[in-house]
């Protein structure tokens, strides 16, 4: 039985996409629910919020990549399918109890040509099991690193785009997160995100009706909707709140248009059930927890969080929670009740 995969994806960048990984990745470890998470994106941005430059080195292999064979980053596990070889297994790091992490690697960039190659390949009529290997990649690799590590979800951050990369990502994924920001860009990136979306679902449909005696096990390819998470963070300042607003309000029209939903439609955002969280802005917080490499909701006195931060600190540890609950509720993964006083009497 393959462990669930959640895609947290927008073609539309700067929309707090890796922050709400990170974060939901660090609140999964503190529930107790044991979680991977693989950086699909090029860029790295999640794998250098999770690890400093000098444990960045180090994975990376900046000195001995050549010498060291250990398949420490996502692109180091695929490599070998670029010349006559398989998969690696994938040696991923424990950052806490029961959060791990598969490194992302600015040379993934180099695998994008072979993808769409081969999805093209799994129309063939002979010899697919190698078309199908090389589409399934991300899927066999996070699936192999999951279960050996006894995980219970599996979080993909991905880039923004609709290239090659992300199409085996989503491919690989079972539900989809869409984060959004309340402008017109966030908009427009929902009108190519659902439409996209049922491409690539039918596209690798058809692609798994065509092979017919496949020698792996392989995806379904789902890539359901849970739902978006709006983050305010990303409001500009320079913008009047009256435009803001607008933009807010034609999120739930959006999202169901572009074929995520089939609900009816909300009066507004916070009425939505298909919205996961309305995530506040936590500027000032932001630099402590970077410094310290934590999760903002992780901050303690220590770090500068005092006063009215450690108010924000705590209004952030039940935002991200609740939006965690909420998501694996959605996803089907249950977890005990939050605790409250009622359970003492």
């Known amino acids: 039985m393959s462990i669930p995969v959640v895609a947290f994806f927008n073609n539309k960048g700067g929309v707090g996409k890796t922050s709400l990984v990170y974060h939901t990745a660090s609140m ?15 860029q790295a ?53 029961d959060l791990l992490l598969l490194p992302g690697d600015l040379a993934l960039a180099g ?27 991300f899927w066999q690799i996070a699936q192999s690193a999951a279960q050996r590590a006894g995980a219970r979800v599996i979080l993909f951050d991905v880039g923004p785009n609709l290239g090659a990369i992300n199409r085996a990502a989503l491919v690989a994924s079972d539900h989809v997160v869409v984060p959004l920001a309340g402008d017109l860009f966030s908009i427009q990136g929902l009108r190519n995100l659902g439409p996209t979306l049922n491409d690539w679902r039918s596209g690798w449909t058809k692609r798994l009706d065509n092979y017919k005696s496949p020698g792996m096990e392989l995806p379904k390819g789902e890539m359901l909707p849970a739902g978006y998470v709006v983050q305010q963070h990303q409001m500009r300042l320079d913008r009047p709140v009256k435009a ?26 916070k009425e939505d059930p298909e919205c996961l969280a309305l995530v506040k802005h936590y500027r000032s917080l932001i630099p402590m927890a ?24 705590q209004q952030a540890r039940v935002e991200f929670e609740a939006f965690t609950r909420k998501l694996l509720s959605k996803i089907g993964i249950a977890i005990a009740p939050p605790f409250t006083q009622l359970q003492l009497t």
């Open 28 to 42: 999964l470890a503190e529930l107790g629910v044991r979680c991977l998470a693989v950086d699909l994106d090029p």
């Open 111 to 137: 695998f994008e040509d072979a993808l769409a190659e081969q999805w093209l390949k799994c129309f063939g009529d002979k010899e697919l099991y190698r078309p199908f290997r090389i589409t399934t990649a």
């Open 290 to 313: 970077q410094e310290a490499r934590l999760p903002i909701f992780l901050l303690r006195a220590a770090h500068g969080a005092m006063g009215s931060h450690a108010n924000a600190v």
């Open 244 to 269: 803001y607003n607008r933009w807010m309000d034609r999120i739930p029209f959006e999202y169901r248009s572009a074929g995520l939903s089939s609900a009816a439609a909300a009066i507004s955002v």
């Open 45 to 97: 941005n999640l794998t250098s919020a999770f690890l400093s430059e000098e444990s960045l080195e180090q994975y990376w292999g900046l000195e001995f990549a050549e010498s060291d064979p250990r398949a420490t980053t996502i692109y180091r596990c695929v490599k070998p399918l670029l010349g006559v070889g398989d998969l690696l297994q994938a040696v991923v790091l424990q950052l806490q109890s």
